[in-house]
């Protein structure tokens, strides 16, 4: 009886042996990106929350240029934030879209945003499919 072979580590081009990409083998890499996405947005979310309503408080921000700004204004605060996550980013660009669209309300649509990536990521912790999540958004906002 043969013993059993076990099949050799295929070479690549330059002769050396090719390791298996265990990147796209694990399952639970996609949901660790989704959920750094989220607690990443909901950073810049938080970190203006603070400033919305009548008795939100004033931000003291330090710029690149070692220039202090204070303001409770969103749209400013957010401006001079470096943010270089691309997932937190959208949410800095969604608050100069409303800037721009509407003149007002960039605190608040940035705080709802952080709200809704909240309940997302409830959702998916129970294990709901992040397409079944979209879909009931969208359905919400045709109610809405």
Do not use: W, Y
């Amino acid at each position: 009886m043969a013993a059993p072979t076990t099949a050799a580590p295929k070479a690549s081009a330059s002769g050396a042996p090719r390791k298996q990409n265990d990147t796209f083998n694990q399952k639970d890499k996609p949901t660790q990106v989704r959920l750094s996405n989220i607690t990443a947005a909901k950073a810049v979310a938080d970190a203006i929350r603070t400033s919305l309503g009548p008795r939100g408080m004033d931000k003291m921000i330090e710029t690149g240029k070692k220039e202090v700004v204070i303001s409770n204004d969103g749209a400013t605060i957010l401006k001079h934030m470096s943010v270089l996550h691309p997932a937190a980013r959208m949410l800095v660009d969604l608050s100069a879209a409303q800037d721009v669209e509407a003149g007002d309300g960039t605190t608040s649509v940035v705080v709802l945003a952080g709200s809704l990536l909240s309940a997302a990521e409830k959702l998916l912790k129970k294990g709901i499919h992040p397409t079944q999540i979209a879909e009931g958004f969208q359905n919400a906002a045709v109610e809405a």
